[in-house]
Nanobody, 119 residues
Framework: QVQLVESGGGFVQPGGSLRLSCAASESIFSFNYMAWYRQAPGQQREAVAT???????NYADSVKGRFTISRDNAMNTVYLQMNSLKPEDTAVYYCNAHVLRGPRSLDYWGQGTPVTVSS
């Protein structure tokens, strides 16, 4: 059972920055990929950014050029650097780990960290 703990959310004004962290309870080196999702009130959860075991990244169109996902295998941590934040980025942000255990494909989730962008 992989545990994921997010941190770094908070309140920020439009145009500001935040860095989210997701600490895993075990080595992330072998994880197939890790990702950040977000869910705004009344909306479905959506993928924001993903990073593969090989370091390949992918972003939602709405955050391209503003958000950067990275991973530190030594620290078992994935980060989401969020710049030029907009009110529409307001949501609860969740960390996801996609892990292959033999024939099984497993998804683990953190508890979420809220981000509010407002003036």
């Amino acid at each position: 059972q992989v545990q994921l703990v997010e941190s770094g959310g908070g309140f920020v004004q439009p145009g500001g920055s935040l860095r989210l962290s997701c600490a895993a309870s075990e080595s992330i080196f072998s994880f197939n990929y890790m990702a950040w999702y977000r869910q705004a009130p009344g909306q479905q959860r959506e993928a924001v950014a993903t990073i593969t075991r090989g370091g390949i990244t992918n972003y939602a169109d709405s955050v391209k050029g503003r958000f950067t996902i990275s991973r530190d295998n030594a620290m078992n941590t994935v980060y989401l650097q969020m710049n030029s934040l907009k009110p529409e980025d307001t949501a609860v942000y969740y960390c996801n780990a996609h892990v292959l255990r033999g024939p099984r494909s497993l998804d683990y989730w953190g508890q979420g960290t809220p981000v509010t962008v407002s003036s």
